[in-house]
Structures are given as C-alpha cells and as structure tokens.
C-alpha cells in the first residue's frame, strides 16, 4: 500500500543546514536525498534518508588522471569559419571564433589523415599535398586556391575543459580549476575507469544509489571567442570522436569514416538532418561501445550492492534509452529532467530500468529564487504541463535539484512542493501500477529517425523554445498526454516491415528537408506506395507544416493527393486558386471557441483536391484541410503549438481520421481545459484541470453517460468509474 | 512646341454617341480614336480625330476560314491531373478538369508521337506500348501501372475558342458566336492571313492606325469545367506549340523536343521556373518565326500608307520587346495597359519603335463604373503611381479603354481626365525629349531571365497582386520612378561578359529556386566567382527575400558572405544566435519615420558574418541588414513592397552599396512623400507629391543649395534649375 506522505521524493542534499534539511525530508517526504555535482554531503544527512544517491562523474572525477594523460583526453571535430580566397594562398585560422580554453588542437595525430580542407563552392575535398598545418601560428595554408571560392577546414581537438563544467564556471561564476574529460577508448584509461569506480564504491559505503552523470561521452557543445555558447547540439555524437574510435570503427564496419561525415558541411548531423548510413553506422557502433563499457560500471555497482542510476544528459551519448543497446547495460533507473510532457514522457517511457525519476523545474538556482522571482508559479505550471502525461505513462519518482538555502526563503514554494508531492503519491496511490484506458488503436509518429528519438520529434535541447520549432514540438507536447497511444516509427521501419497492424493513425510534421519531415524518403516509392495504399485501405494521414515535402515532378507535398494540399513554392502562381472555407460544421472544429492557433503556421499552402474541404484559411492560406483518400482520411493542420484546444484539434484529427468519432466518447471530458484518464482496473478515473481558473466539465463514460463537475483551478479529482 | 490642350491622347470610340464623343474628344484633347474588339465606328467619328486607329485581330477576323479550316486551328499542350494507380490498369479522363468548349482533344496527329504519359512518382515517361487512348471515351488507358504510383498524360488539343473572346464572352455575357484562332503555322493558313490583312488594309482607307492585337499566338490561358480560369501565364509560350511546329523546331535547331518540354511537371515553363536550355530554344524560335512574319504583316500595313500598332498583350507570345527579335519586326508603335509604375516603364522603355502609349485605368466597364464605384479615385491613383515612372522614361501618348457611354455618367472623372490628360501634355511640353538626371552608374536587376524579362521580374501576370510576390514586385516598382538607370541582367550575361563597367550595384530578389532568385545559377562557380570579385572591389550587391539561395555544402544563401546573413532551414538551430540590432543611426535608415514596411518578409534570416550591422530585426529575424565584404558593400532586405518610404529605403540603400552617400543629394527630396526629376538640358526640374495630402519637402540641388516647396495633394510642380 502506497504511503501517501512519504516516498517516491528525492531531496537534493545541502552541507550546513541540516536542520532544514531534516524539516524537508518531513515535509516534502523525501525517502531519498542526493549530493549534486559540487555538493558533498555530510554523513549525519546521508543517513536520514532512507537511500542516498551519490553523483558519480565517470570521466572526470580524477582529474590527477587526466592531468597526466592529456593524450587521452577526449577529442571533438569542429570546423574553421568559411574563408574567401581572395588570392592564390589562404591562410585559415582554424580556431577562430572558438573558445581557447575549451579546446586544445590536436597535434599528436596525422593532420593528413582526419582533417580535411574543403573547397565549398563546389564541394570538393582539397587535395593533402595543397594545403599545411603551421603549428607555430595554428593556420591551415592553402595553395593554389580557387580565387573567390569558399573554403573550411575540419581538424580534431582536445577537449580540454569539460562542458558540463565549463558552463557552470561560465554561468556561475565556479573558481575550481577546470575539468578535462578522459576518452574511455584508450585501454589505458578505460583500466582505470573501472578501477577508480571500483575503489570509489568500496569507500562509499553508505551510498545506495550510484547516479551515473553520465558514462563516457557529453552531447556536442562548443563555445565562442566571446566566452558564449556558440553550439549545442543535445543529441550530437561530434564529442564522441577519437582516431582511435575511428580507426576501431574501420576495423568493425569494414571501411573509414572521414571528418565530413562529422562534420557534415558544418551541421555537425544535427537530428533535423536526414541521417547519412554512415553516421547510423556510427551511432550504432558507438551505442555498442559506449553500453558494452556502461554494463562493467553497472555491474560494478551491482557487486558492491548498489544501484546504478543513469542520468538521462550531459554524457548521455551512447546511451540513447530507445535504441537497441540501451538494455543491455542493465541500469536500475534513469533520472531526467522534466521540462514539458513530452520530456516526462522521454523518461517514463524507457524501456529495461526498474524505474524512472524525474527532476521536475525550477531549479533551485538564483535566476527564480531572487527577490521578486516567482518559482511558485514556475513549479505549478511544469508541474501541471507534466501531470497530463504522468497520467498516461507515470515516472516512478520525482526530486528537485539546486540549493535548497534558496528554495527555504520561499516559504509558500516550500508549501506548494508539499502539496505537489502528496499529489504525486495520490496518482500512485489510485494508478497502482494499471494503465489508463486508450482506443485500440495507436498514433504513429513518422520521421526518419523513428523509435531512437522517442519523445524528441523537432527537439533542438531538451525542451527548449524555438520559434522555428514550437509549432511541430506542439504535436508530441499534445499528445504526451493524451489517452491514446503513441508509437514513433521511422521510414526504414516501414520500408522493412511496412506500417504495423496496431497503427490506426500516422502523423508526418515538420519542415521540408528535416529528417522530421523527411526530406528524399518522399521520393521513395516504397514509402509513398506503402502509406498510400495504407491510407486508401482506410488508415488516417495527419500532416502538420510541410509534411511529405520534396520538391519533385510537379508537387512539393509528395502526398498531395493523401492530403488535398499543397505548397505554392512560386511555380503554380499561374495556377488560378479558388479555395474557400468549408461553411458546414466539421467534428474535429467541435471544441474550438476561439481563434485558432497555429503557431508560426505555413503560408502559401492551397488545395490541390476537389473534395478538400478547408476547415481554417488566413489571408488565402490554408492552415488545416481535410481530404479523404479511397477510404482513408488526411488531415492537414500548417502548424499546432501546444495549447488545451489544440491538445483537442489533434484528438478529433486522430479519431475524425480513424473513422471512429464515437469512440471519442469513452472517457472524455467536454470542456477542453480538462482532460480525464481512467484506469479500469482499478476504478479510478482521474480529471484534470489544466487551467488556473474553475471548470465546469462534463465527464464521460461513453456517448451516452456522463457526469456533471466542478474543479478549481489546477485540481484533480478522483472519481469511481462505476459512478455513472 | 507641344499642345497643352490637344494631343497625344486617343478616345475609345463608341457608336451612337456621336455628340458625347466629340465633346470628349475636344476636353480631352484626342488627336486619335480607336474602335475595341466588339466595337464599330461610324465613319463620322472616323473622321473627326486626326488619327483613327483601327483594332486587327490577326488569327480570329476570318472565322469563315477557321471553320473552314478546323484542322489548321491554333493548339495547345495540357496535362490531365494527377492520378494515382490502385489497380493494375488506370484509366484517364485526360480533358477531367478543362473546360471543353474551350479545347478539343487532337486526334490528328500521331498521339504515340506527340503526346506523352508520365509515372511522376518515379519521374519516368511510360513505355507507348503500354498505353492507348480510347477515341470514343477520351480516356488514356494505361496497362501494367505501377500500383499506388501517380500517372499524368500530356497531350495536344485545338483551342476551339479564342481565349480573349471567351474571357469577354463568360465575364460580359456576349452572346456572339464562339471565334477560334487559326494557325499561322499552316503555310495555306498564313498566305490567307496576309492576303485577308491586305484586303482589308485596301478596304480600310480611313484607318491611319492599324492596331494589331496582336499577332498569333495567344498568352496561356485553359479554363476549367466550371467555366472559370484554371491556369493563365501572361508570359506563356505553351498555345504557341503544335507538331508542325516542333517538326520545324527540329529541323531548325536539330534536335526533337518533347511533350514534357512545354509541360514542365504541368509548371508549363512558368516565369518562376528557371527556364531549361529546350525552352529558350523554343523561345528563340518562336521568336524568329513570329517576327519574321510580323513583319510581313507591318510592311503590309507601310505599303497601304498606314502605321502598325502592336498591343503589348493577348496574341503578344514570340513578339516580346526586350527579345532579340522584336525590332525586326519594324513596328511603328506599341500600346499596353499601363497597371503600375513598372508596367509603365515596361512600355515605355521599348526600343525601335517611333512611339509607345499606354491605356490607363480603369476601364470604363461597369465593374468599376456603377452606382456607388469610384472611377476617378482609381484613376488619380492609377495617374499618379505611373507618373513617376512617366519622369523617368516617357510614354509618347495615353489612352484609355471601354464604353465612353459609361464614362460619361461621372462627370466628375471626366474632369478629372481633363487633369490628366493637360498635365500629361505639360509634362512632354516641359520635359522636351530630354531625360531626367541620373547618377553615373546603373542599378542591375539579376535574374535567370535578364533583358527579356524587363520590369516583369517577379510579375504573375501583368500588374497582378499576389501574396507571394508583391514584396519583390515591389523592387522593380520603386526603380520605375527612381532618379537611377536600371539594366536588367541575366546570370548567362555574366557567365558570358561578366558584369558590365557601367553597374554600380546589383539586386537580386525573388524566392528560393525561382528565376528571380537564381536556384542552380548559385552553385555556379563563374557567377559566385565573378559577382565575389566585383563586390570586393567595391560594387553594391542588394539581395530581397532569398537571394543567392541554393541549398549547398552548409549554406543556403550562396553568397552569405557577402550579404552577411543566411536564413535558417532548421539545420544550423544547434548555433546559438547572438543577433542584437544596430543601435545607432545609419545612412540608409534615415527616412524611415515610422514602422518599417517589409510585406511578407522572410522569416528565420539570421546572421552569418561578425560585422553583419542588423537595422531591422522582427521576433528575432532579421528583416534588414547591411555588410561590408572587401571594398564592397550588401544590404540585405527580407521584403519590399512599394511604398513611399520603401522607395527611400531602396534609394538610399543604392546609394550607401556604391560608396556614393554624398551623391544622393544631387536632385533629392528632403520628404518621402514627394520626388523629383531634373532635366537639366531644359532647365525643367518636375517635383511631384505622391500623396493625397499637402505636403512640405526641401528640393536639394546637390547637399549644399536647397529650397523650401509646399505641394497640394498629387500635385506636380515645375520648378527652373536654375532658381537655386
């Protein structure tokens, strides 16, 4: 039986407050507490609780080690800016715009052989003979250039602070000496790895719980001349990079990579390009690295009778939770940090952990917790935003992270916590375990990455705002908490096996040429024959932004046919539109009361069907359509931030889509700012209030039964299944 | 001496209104008056003027011959709509969509040779044995498709009404029978065209004028089933096509083209679309063949002691005055509607021809001339907006079109075009054939098109609003009444010549791969070359919307070195953006009062270079902004729509891109609102107020010598040179 004031909380711990921190445990009913990066714990408060994590750095704790092994460091492709021959030499200063102090030229290994300079104006690689390294000035010479060409060049360096680090130096003013981050790929070092996690384990006896943050490698960041974030790339593999990784990859794969398969023309394959083979290749054998090495630290923990936490970033590559090696490191749980739905459903989706914690926000740091901050409402809303999806997919705990001397000068933050814990144990408490009702069929979220990118669908970093991207992040925000379920499938999957009998409806959203999107997969005629036959057999289609977009023989949506639009990219002008707004109601409108919106939306798009039937228009521009396709049916929406009516345009697309507007019913609330999650099982059926003002909302069961409630702002209720 | 009360302005005339057409053509001062298709003049009113000008349909004033002759009809190229295969064989309405009384399918040519069926999933053309088109059913029936594939058919029809008397017919309710345009192709068809012309050149003595409307092939235009515009190409060569034709094509240029060459994806080689090798041929082709023929027509009209008139319109196709061919042609004149500044200075420029006039808005039709429409509202505006360009680049007379008798009933507009029509004469009276001052060097519009294309760079059709296009319409709009010389320039002329001693600054506007823009031009290595070499050395590049813009090896602005900016395609939101406007004054802001016009703009343009000067940044992309590359200088622009202050805008970023700041004084208004011209052979300086209100301006000599001027609303004042 779930204790409904105590547990499932972690506590981050704080030296020289002890007595605030016994009050907290208390209050917040904290049954774990955990030492952060740069926080050490005095025994007394280990103690108290009844685990304790200890943050445990894995290529950075000794940094005697890595002072004495700077050839081990760890390495990174960047590229120089692009320079313009104005004469017949160019002399390139390759670091230029970096940040010195984050990184060191890598001297140690053949230039010729992993640099390459670039002619960019016509793609070419320079020839090794025409161009040298001048180690005295760091230039790269460039001879017998292309006049008024543009050239880069891509070279290897040391990694000589760590990132994590340096941008808690940078950001809050640390005066520890900087950290360098050693490569697990020198077998040397990789000894020593184990070894020094072996001794650290018996000497910290009173440990339970080993948060790993993380294994080997940090997502890609590097920093401008300016001290500044330059580049940040969550997902990207460019820190991974060594010779030595190169080299062993040639020796498994059966053939060499080069630096542009890094660099990738400066994008440094970033997840909104459609991925080459070779660096799917290469994500894989580092995936298989990078776990194979992971299992030995766990099993370490394990022999010494601890668990073994992974902390989902900072050097997380390798360790994607949703791709194929992620199980066989055998962790206990995964902890991340919680800033949407979508990020909780990212970590209480991961498969092979016993459980999953999230750090829910504000941090406990003094960009909110000044005078005149407000982290209250900070709380509530990351709270509420991230309640809808604990509802569908629950994370087993839940912690804060920071300073707790700030957070106790905040006393009604402190009383809010309190409240949001008890919540939390209450949704355990009446979930027990048991899975909310879904339609039997599930929503299909398509792109060319598919299942290893779970959750993170046009993500740039973890939650993030972007203008370019909170339009297409709105689709996966909607439906993180939304009472059906999801699968994330990808282009090869469907190539390989073709679309799933489970799925009942395929989402496609993004920007042309985004791996979102899809880019050259619509030129496939597999992908498109299998989809359009599947959607002709009665499948749905939505398609938010430019989806199915490539511009080919005479259509820039390649499904123009599935959707009933199309994007006017100039050529079709002559093209005479006669496009107006469908007068009739249409279910999927039911909810909207207001304005719609569409976020930054996509201009130019028109129909290209005689039975489009446009639903919303601004200024000639459809911004969503509906189109039926043999017995199948299309939904087009140009752009769906996430907001509670357009949480609600996209459950009626799905099921308006599937054919099965009635089933809609089965457990449904009418009024959009509230949503309910039944757990047949158990009988208890959650309603949510999303908004911070009273709802009334009518609950229910089926079509035919419903219930009549009140619910302040925020609120959940409980209410029996079998009260109707 | 010039005639402040009559001249250089011909009346439509109208029969049955004798009195009313005298007294107008006294008030208005016409010294010539024409008959419209449809109307008949009495020979009365012939008389009367000075000049009577007589409207020749050259392939339709025969219809007996058409009839006669239905084998020789004029034809075109369609493509059926797109279909998507669901079984093994697919049947095609080929005509689904076209209205059939416009075209009928031809079936007298083989269709295995000239007609083509296309698998545009796969972008292949289908084998012809596996296929056959059905005589009694119109169908195109394809055997062994591709299932879930989409299939196209491209065939010839006859047009079997006349495309300008179809539009009259459904837009004014004409009852007469439908006319069908013969081809001049057939060489029986042409003798009797000639012949018919000088019987009728012989039977016309009173006509001074013979105005040809036009020659012989039509502008693209196909209806659809609901009797409405489907498709209409102003600039369209695509009713110019039949087998006789491309047999000659052949014989001519060597090589066979193909159905495919004038359907383009069913783009039908729209302007927008860089043009292939094979449709500047056929341009080229048509050109001579037209011309060479048009000639014999115009020598024909010289022999019987009349001038030949061509209307820049309709029949227009292979006659293009900025084409090579045109002044071959030996035309005394050229008339157009005149819907803009732009489209005023693209009748006004025509070389080799004696004189040029325009047709000024409105038409006396009822859309505008009803109870409650406000013709002289529309014609000031119409007046005014042409005006300016009238300044730079005169046309030698103007006129207006429809019935006198709807004219006459506003009283008020008929004033209003005594204005006009008086200060049209002031204007050459003052102006005396002499041109305005201009700077030494001249502005370049580059595009894929070049001369050919003069000011309709961007145009859909004719003066035309479009979403997507008024924000670079715009550009050439503000030149057509600039104190600059515009060349317009084709990539090829470059690649060709390189860039001319006399350009001072080159614009490129348009969308990503249009032919405004430039699309594969900008991978070119000898266009980004030379245009490189020429900014460095000091010339002035302006790019509005995507310029440069290709997608290639990390950039999607080619030359964002130059301009200083690039526009975010979602692959580089890993680079953490740094842009922070220029906060003090720069030169080419200084008009600018209020809040900056930029149309439709260009969403995520963000910049590349670290001395980019942003001047103009919304929600994060930047709408203006200015670099230095070398000696040069690049102004960025996300949009220009005609607007005064745009005009300044425009202006002064010629003058900042060329190093010639202090230059721009030199005959210069201090107020946006007005301009002036200065004709410094006559000593006349022209200062026009462009608005409806009074405004005060300073009218600048050069930077030192200015007086003050007040103009009343429109007005246009003379001021002597030499009064400073």
New interface residues.
Partial sequence: MENLRKGRFTLPGEAGIDEEVKRLIDKWGADAIRNSDGTKLPKELMDLAIKVYATYLTVRNDQKWAYSHKDQLQMQYLMSK?N?A?SDTLEIDIMD?YFKRQFEIDENHDVKRYWEV?D????EVVDINEWSFDSKTKKVIIENV?????Y?VSFLVYQVWDTTQMYNHLTNNWTTPPEMPYDIIHEETREHIFNYLEDWLKENSSVDVVRFTTFFYHF?IAYNN?E??????WF?YSASVSPEAMDEFERVKGYKLRAENFVD????N?P??VPSKEYLDWIEFMQQFVSKNAKKCVDLCHKYGKEAMMFLGDNWIGTEPYGEYFGSIGLDSVVGSVGSGATLRLISDIPHVKYTEGRFLPYFFPDTFHEGGNPTKEAVENWVQARRAILRSPIDRMGYGGYLSLAIKFPEFVDKVQEITDEFREMHCNIAGTKAYTPKFKVAVLNAWGKLRSWQTNM??HALW????YSYVGVIECLSGMSVDVAFISFDDIKKNGIPEDIGVIINA??A??AWSGHHYW?D?EV???I??WV?NGGGFIGVGEPTAY?????YFQLS?VLGVDR?????????R?DKVYEKPHFILEDQKKDMDFG?GM??VYSTG?NTKILSMD???INLAVNEF?KGRAVYISGLPYTPENVRLLLRSIYWCSHKEEDMFTWFTSNSNTECAAYLETGNVAVINNSDELQKTELYKDRNSSIKLSLKPYEIKWVKADSF
Same sequence: chains 1, 2.
Avoid: C, N, P
Wanted: hydrophobic share 20%; proline share 0%; net charge positive.
């Fill in positions: 692009h313009i104005t715009g670039y960019r104006t016509t793609g292309k006049k008024w060409h543009r880069t890609t300016m500044k974030e330059k580049f940040v790339d990207g023309e400066g994008y440094f970033s909104f390009r740039v970093a972007y203008k370019k991207i993004g920007d040429e985004t030129i005629e498109t024959g299998k359009r036959e002709y511009q080919y023989q005479g259509r046919d006017e990219r100039s050529f079709t002008l002559s093209y005479t006669h930054e201009k130019y005689d200024k000639g521009d043999g």
